[in-house]
Every structure is written in C-alpha cells, then in structure tokens.
C-alpha cells in the first residue's frame, strides 16, 4: 500500500493551482469585458428573433385594417343608396309641386267659369234676387199679384233688445225658521262673524258645502251664533253636527233662522 506522502506531490498542488488561476482570471475578464460590448452587438445577435415578432405585428395591424376598410366600404354603400333614394323622393315632391302649379290655375278658371254662369242664370223673379224697397208683379190668372219686401218693424231694419236695469236690487231671504239648521261656534260679534265664517270654512269648508250663514240671537249673551243652513232634515243637522264635533268644531242642531252674513266671497 502506497503512502500518503507518495499520493500528493508537490507537482500537483502547482499543477491544480495554475489552473484554479486561469479559470478565476477567465472568469473576471468575461465579467468585465461584457459590460464593455455595445448594445448593437447583443442587437444583431437576436435580430432574427425580433423580426419575426415585427412582421406577426405587421400582419395583425394589416389584417385589422382591411377588416375596417370592408367596414367602411360597406357604410359607404349603405349612405350611396339613402341618398339616391332621397334624389328620388325629392324628385317626386318636384313633380307633384308643378303638377299643382299647372292644375290648380286651371280649377279656379274652371270655377269662376261655372260662378259666372250659375250667376247669369239666377231667375230675377225669386224671392232671392229681392232687394228692400223693390215691389214684384206677376201675372196670374184673373188679375196680378205684388209682392214688396219690407222690415219685420216698422222703422227698422233689425230687432234690437233693450237692457232694462233694475230700480232696486232684490231683497235678500230672510229664513223663517222653517228649515233645520245648525249652531256652529261660540257666540261672536255681529262685526267679526264674517272672519269666523271664513275660519270655518277653512277649517271644515268640505263639510259645510251648499249651506249658508245667518246670524241669530245667542240666549244669556249678547253675542250672535253662526246657524248655516237650511238642511234636509233634522238627521241630516244631527249627523253633520256629530262629524263637526270630532273635527273640533262645536255644533247644535237648531232651527235656521236669523238675518244673513254679508260674505267677501
């Protein structure tokens, strides 16, 4: 068995080391060189590379342009046939103006023609060719008759109507008692009772539609009530005076009676 001191030589180690040199100086002369080769080397390395993708792209953009060119051919055709078929309607439109222009002259010629004619042939012995003042005479058997044209009153033309105004204006009804009615309210001032009507009717107006306000005397107070009236019946007076009260409006079926409110409206 060899020994160890015959396994490694000294020529070895030298050897192994000259060419761990070699390889670390190979290594850095590549790491320093490559930063100084222009980027038109690396360039015209891949040139076969990117041109290919260069023409893929020239192709597609080619593709997509004749697809639109298609496109608008199309459009173009469809906007040839709209306007050739506006040239025709506007065409016809011409030809149905001067077809007017050339007819209707002739239809009024045509129909003065036939005013003119119709006019020269009215008999003068109708009741329609009588003028005021003018008297006819025809011949009949046993003698003639005459016929004169005169106003329906004597001294004018026309019947006229003549406005007679009223000496007085009409009284107003006063309500006798005779129809029921209701209190509403509290007892007011015969000068605020107007403003409290109004009140009410902007209150519960719906309610009290068709009825109309008197004044009568309040007992124990000299103060007046609003009765409106007249209603139907005295159920009918009850039944309103019921949907007044849960509307907050006090209300008293009565007798409608008193002397009438001059209202603004």
Same mark, same amino acid.
């Given at each position: 068995?060899?020994?160890?001191?015959?396994?490694?030589?000294?020529?070895?180690?030298?050897?192994?080391?000259?060419?761990?040199?070699?390889?670390?100086?190979?290594?850095?002369?590549?790491?320093?060189?490559?930063?100084?080769?222009?980027?038109?080397?690396?360039?015209?390395?891949?040139?076969?590379?990117?041109?290919?993708?260069?023409?893929?792209?020239?192709?597609?953009?080619? +593709?997509?342009?004749?697809?639109?060119?298609?496109?608008?051919?199309?459009?173009?055709?469809?906007?040839?046939?709209?306007?050739?078929?506006?040239?025709?309607? +506007?065409?016809?439109?011409?030809?149905?103006?001067?077809?007017?222009?050339?007819?209707?002259?002739?239809?009024?010629?045509?129909?003065?023609?036939?005013?003119?004619?119709?006019?020269?042939?009215?008999?003068?012995?109708?009741?329609?060719?009588?003028?005021?003042?003018?008297?006819?005479?025809?011949?009949?058997?046993?003698?003639?008759?005459?016929?004169?044209?005169?106003?329906?009153?004597?001294?004018?033309?026309?019947?006229?109507?003549?406005?007679?105004?009223?000496?007085?204006?009409?009284?107003?009804?006063?309500?006798?008692?005779?129809?029921?009615?209701?209190?509403?309210?509290?007892?007011?001032?015969?000068?605020?009772?107007?403003?409290?009507?109004?009140?009410?009717?902007?209150?519960?107006?719906?309610?009290?539609?068709?009825?109309?306000?008197?004044?009568?005397?309040?007992?124990?107070?000299?103060?007046?009530?609003?009765?409106?009236?007249?209603?139907?019946?005295?159920?009918?007076?009850?039944?309103?005076?019921?949907?007044?009260?849960?509307?907050?409006?006090?209300?008293?079926?009565?007798?409608?009676?008193?002397?009438?409110?001059?209202?603004?409206?």
């Amino acid at each position: 068995m060899a020994k160890a001191a015959d396994q490694f030589r000294p020529a070895d180690v030298t050897m192994w080391g000259i060419a761990a040199l070699g390889i670390w100086a190979v290594a850095i002369l590549g790491a320093n060189l490559s930063g100084l080769i222009p980027p038109s080397v690396y360039g015209a390395l891949h040139a076969s590379r990117l041109e290919g993708s260069t023409i893929n792209q020239l192709r597609t953009q080619v +593709a997509t342009l004749e697809a639109e060119s298609a496109r608008m051919q199309r459009e173009n055709t469809q906007l040839l046939q709209r306007f050739s078929m506006n040239e025709e309607a +506007a065409g016809a439109v011409t030809q149905r103006v001067g077809a007017l222009e050339v007819s209707v002259p002739k239809i009024l010629e045509q129909a003065q023609t036939e005013a003119r004619s119709a006019s020269a042939a009215t008999d003068a012995t109708t009741t329609g060719s009588i003028t005021a003042g003018k008297t006819l005479t025809f011949e009949t058997e046993g003698g003639t008759v005459a016929v004169q044209q005169r106003p329906l009153l004597p001294g004018s033309n026309e019947v006229r109507l003549k406005v007679v105004p009223l000496q007085a204006p009409m009284p107003l009804a006063i309500p006798d008692g005779s129809a029921p009615g209701i209190a509403l309210g509290f007892p007011v001032r015969a000068d605020t009772a107007e403003a409290q009507w109004q009140e009410l009717l902007a209150q519960v107006g719906t309610m009290l539609v068709g009825l109309s306000p008197v004044l009568a005397d309040q007992d124990g107070t000299d103060g007046k009530i609003i009765i409106a009236g007249p209603m139907v019946d005295r159920a009918s007076a009850i039944e309103l005076c019921a949907r007044l009260d849960r509307a907050g409006v006090p209300c008293e079926p009565t007798s409608y009676a008193g002397q009438p409110v001059p209202l603004l409206n």
